[in-house]
């Protein structure tokens, strides 16, 4: 049987109550010594406030998709206002996204991670049993200025990409994490298939970030056979060329030893050239890494660990830009 990731603190013996409050403390504590915060990140705040485990709570999300609840994409309405609500939440008017997202039964949560003491925006459906709840989160970086974002539209069908991008937003500041919310069958037709339909909630808060220039990196995942030999297949999706991050990308899997396929220079299986993300990113020439993972590399084997580690590099690189 898998091994599941667990996010919680190790705690043993009878210091359950005290290392809790320890770790209270050090996440307050760390409120104080913050970097710079988003622009306006710290004005008006009418959305609520938690002191989470961030990486757990996006994990029990994502575990919520196995129901394959019926999907309906929102409405071209919905979407406009969802559209706006992200972009003044990115701009740092936290009072008018919070208006644009009630209007669709969303909402903004304030979230400081209890281990890390680490502050994120999480947008959310407010009512966790409403159609809404399947249109996927939103989770950006709220002490500093977001550099780049990790997506993950199948988070069932795709074993262990949503851990993997908990992970990545954890590990590596200055991120955001775009998460789908419901098994890629579970709607009508391929209507739950975020990563080819442009009428999802998915697909409107990538392309917020997209228009902002903020670069990507989607994850998807495959079985490994006799045709897909490979721990790795990377592309720039319908831009079929080699961006920096790219090449940098496969550069680093390579020298960890991991099997790579490079979309831009080998004749590579699942280059995403139909992915709408990637497709998006080609009209605002934003950078967009299509990462098909074998399952060794996703997990928490040690192939998983470097493949991870190569990945947090990339978004290090960004986020230092």
């Not at 903004?108 to 947008?123: C, H, I, M, P």
């Amino acid at each position: 049987m898998r091994r599941k990731i667990d996010y919680r603190p190790a705690v043993t013996g009878s210091s359950h109550f005290l290392r809790a409050l320890a770790l209270v403390g050090l996440a307050l504590a760390l409120l104080g010594c913050q970097s710079a915060p988003r622009d306006g990140a710290d004005g008006e705040r009418p959305g609520g406030r938690e002191l989470t485990d961030v990486g757990a709570r996006i994990m029990a999300y994502a575990e919520q998709a196995k129901e394959r609840d019926r999907y309906r994409p929102p409405r071209a309405a919905q979407r406009e206002s969802l559209a706006r609500g992200v972009g003044h939440l990115l701009k740092g008017d936290a009072a008018e996204a919070e208006r644009l997202l009630d209007d669709v039964g969303m909402r903004v949560n304030r979230l400081t991670d209890v281990a890390s003491g680490r502050r994120y925006d999480e947008v959310a459906a407010r009512d966790p049993r409403g159609r809404e709840a399947l249109w996927g989160r939103l989770y950006l970086n709220a002490d500093a200025r977001v550099r780049w974002n990790v997506q993950v539209p199948h988070p069932v069908a795709d074993l262990d990409t949503a851990p993997l991008g908990a992970r990545l937003l954890e590990e590596t500041p200055g991120g955001a994490l775009v998460l789908a919310g419901t098994h890629r069958d579970s709607g009508k037709g391929d209507s739950a298939d975020v990563a080819h339909r442009t009428d999802s909630a998915f697909h409107v808060m990538v392309t917020e970030l997209q228009k902002r220039d903020i670069p990507s990196v989607q994850l998807h995942g495959f079985a490994r056979t006799s045709d897909r030999p490979y721990d790795a297949i990377l592309s720039s999706g319908a831009a079929r060329t080699a961006p920096e991050g790219a090449a940098m990308l496969a550069d680093l899997m390579a020298a960890r030893d991991l099997r790579v396929c490079r979309g831009w220079s080998d004749r590579c299986p699942l280059e995403g050239t139909t992915n709408v993300q990637g497709k998006a990113a080609k009209r605002h020439e934003t950078a967009f890494l299509h990462v098909e993972l074998a399952p060794a590399a996703r997990g928490d084997g040690s192939k998983a660990a470097e493949a991870r580690t190569a990945l947090s590099r990339v978004l290090s690189q960004w986020s230092d830009g």
